[in-house]
């Protein structure tokens, strides 16, 4: 039974440009939710996806944005990047029922030069 | 806005002695999830409590949410080398269309040799 699943691991970009980055959530379940994390902090949430609806935001500028498609798996791409949007992106899976519990994946690491 | 805190915020010790880390908020949780995170990874879902004055073992964890639901703590005896990582306690408010998992500033737990 797969975990959570991203890609890429690691992506290098520069100021002004987009990122399109991906995840694949545990076998059945149907919410995906995306958090930033800065370097020895707790993570942000930046959004959440369900039926293919962003469901709940964070305080996230809209250059922010995702998608959800129906076989669950998600996107989140980030417009015009700055280099504060450096940090690791990870994406949790969860039953919409039982949002609490979440199954993280590995992460991508994305540096903005 | 943070609103769960972590304490301390790092901890080094040596193997074999006891320690406990604090998650404190003005806020109720319907729930309170504690995860362990390693460099480079995603955090890595420990417990769950949901009822206040809880009390879950996990081997030589011991994970406790407060009657009133504002709070937890994690105490592990007996530390190994093994439990170092960074530390995270997440808190769940969902009901309605509101259903997300805010994260803690974190403890960063080192375990030397």
């Known amino acids: 039974d797969a975990g959570v699943t991203q890609s890429p691991t690691h992506l290098i970009k520069t100021r002004g440009q987009q990122v399109t980055l991906r995840c694949s959530p545990k076998?059945?379940?149907?919410?995906v939710s995306w958090y930033q994390q800065a370097l020895g902090q707790g993570p942000q949430f930046i959004f959440q996806?369900?039926?293919?609806?962003?469901?709940q935001r964070g305080n996230f500028p809209d250059r922010f944005s995702g998608h959800q498609f129906p076989n669950y798996s998600s996107e989140l791409n980030v417009n015009a990047l700055l280099l504060g949007d450096s940090a690791l992106y990870l994406c949790?899976?969860?039953?919409?029922?039982?949002?609490?519990?979440?199954?993280f994946g590995p992460g991508t690491r994305l540096t903005v030069t | 806005t943070q609103l769960l805190e972590q304490s301390p915020q790092f901890l080094s010790i040596q193997e074999g002695e006891n320690l406990t880390v604090y998650c404190n908020s003005s806020?109720?949780?319907?729930?309170l999830q504690w995860y362990r995170q390693e460099p480079g990874e995603g955090p890595v879902l420990l417990v769950t409590?949901?009822?206040?004055?809880e009390v879950k073992k996990l081997k030589r964890l011991t994970f406790q949410f407060g009657d009133a639901r504002k709070d937890s703590s994690l105490h592990i005896t007996a530390a190994q080398p093994g439990d170092t990582g960074l530390y995270l306690c997440?808190?769940?408010?969902?009901?309605?269309?509101?259903?997300?998992?805010?994260f803690g500033t974190g403890t960063l737990l080192a375990v030397q040799p």
């Open positions: 996806y369900y039926e293919e609806e962003e469901r």
């Open positions: 949790a899976s969860s039953l919409w029922r039982v949002t609490y519990e979440q199954y």
């Open positions: 997440a808190g769940g408010k969902y009901g309605g269309a509101t259903n997300k998992l805010i």
């Open positions: 076998s059945g379940h149907d919410t």
């Open positions: 409590v949901v009822t206040g004055g």
């Open positions: 806020s109720v949780f319907s729930s």
